[in-house]
C-alpha cells in the first residue's frame, strides 16, 4: 500500500498569514494527488484535485502543487472559514490512502 | 442540488451485522463509481471501500476485505455498505463519497462530493 505522510501534523497560523501544508507519498504517485478540507463537525470537502485542479467554488488563496512523491497545499491568506483540517489523498491505486491529516489552527 | 444521505449505523456488539444505506440525488447515479470512506471518533479519514458506476469492480481496504461488501442499486440510486463481523475499531462515522469517473481505478480519480455520515458504534 501507498503510505501518505503529511507534515505538520498541526499549525497554529494568524489571518492573513501565508500557509503550506506538505504531504509525502511513499512511492511516486505522479499527479494523483487530492486535498480536502473537514471544518469541524462537517463533511471533508474537496479542495484541489491531480494535485493543482482547482474543484468549482473554491478559492483562488487555496493552490496545489509537485509531483511524483512530494506535494504542498498553499493557502495565500488566512481566512477565518480556512481554520480546519486538511487531508491530502492519493489515488493512484487501491486502497486510496490518506495523511493524517494537518489541524491549521487560529493563532 | 446533489445529495448523498446515508443511512442504517447505529449500535452493534462486537460479531454482528449492520447495513448502511446512501440515497443519492441530483446527479446520474448510474454513471459515477461510489466510495464509504469513515472516520474514527478523534482520527483522521480512512477508506472503507468503492465500486464502478456498474457495481461490477469492488475495492476494498484490508482492514475490512472479506467482512464488508459494497453493492448499489442503479434503479433505486442507492449504494449499500454491508458489515459483518463487526469490532471494536470499525467504529467511526462512515461517509458515502461521490467519485468524478465511472470507472474506480481511473487516473485523475476523486471524491467530489461527500454526504453526510452515519455513525457506527460497535461495542458490547
Known amino acids: 500500500d501507498i503510505q501518505m505522510t503529511q507534515s505538520p501534523s498541526s499549525l497554529s497560523a494568524s489571518v492573513g498569514d501565508r500557509v503550506t501544508i506538505s504531504c509525502r507519498a511513499s512511492q511516486s504517485i505522479r499527479d494523483n494527488l487530492n486535498w480536502y478540507q473537514q471544518r469541524p463537525g462537517q463533511t471533508p470537502k474537496l479542495l484541489i484535485y491531480?494535485?493543482?485542479g482547482f474543484q468549482s467554488g473554491v478559492p483562488s488563496r487555496f493552490s496545489g502543487s509537485g509531483s511524483g512523491t512530494d506535494f504542498n497545499l498553499t493557502i495565500s491568506s488566512l481566512q477565518p472559514e480556512d481554520f480546519a483540517t486538511y487531508y491530502c489523498q492519493q489515488s493512484l491505486t487501491t486502497p486510496y490512502t490518506f495523511g493524517q491529516g494537518t489541524k491549521l489552527e487560529i493563532k | 442540488e446533489m445529495q448523498l444521505l446515508a443511512s442504517g449505523g447505529g449500535l452493534e456488539q462486537p460479531g454482528g451485522s449492520l447495513r448502511l444505506s446512501c440515497a443519492a440525488s441530483g446527479f446520474t447515479f448510474r454513471n459515477y463509481a461510489m466510495n464509504w470512506v469513515r472516520q474514527a471518533p478523534g482520527k483522521g479519514l480512512e477508506w472503507v471501500s468503492g465500486?464502478?458506476?456498474?457495481?461490477?469492480?469492488?475495492y476494498y481496504a484490508d482492514s475490512v476485505k472479506g467482512r464488508f461488501t459494497i453493492s448499489r442499486d442503479n434503479s433505486k440510486n442507492t449504494l449499500f455498505l454491508q458489515m459483518n463481523s463487526l469490532r471494536d475499531d470499525d467504529t467511526a462515522v462512515y461517509y458515502c463519497?461521490?467519485?468524478?469517473?465511472?470507472?474506480?481505478?481511473?487516473?485523475?480519480?476523486?471524491?467530489?462530493?461527500w454526504g453526510q455520515g452515519t455513525l457506527v458504534t460497535v461495542s458490547s
Open positions: 463519497a461521490k467519485g468524478n469517473a465511472y470507472y474506480y481505478e481511473n487516473s485523475g480519480y476523486y471524491l467530489d462530493y
Open positions: 491531480m494535485a493543482f
Open positions: 465500486l464502478s458506476g456498474s457495481g461490477v469492480s469492488t
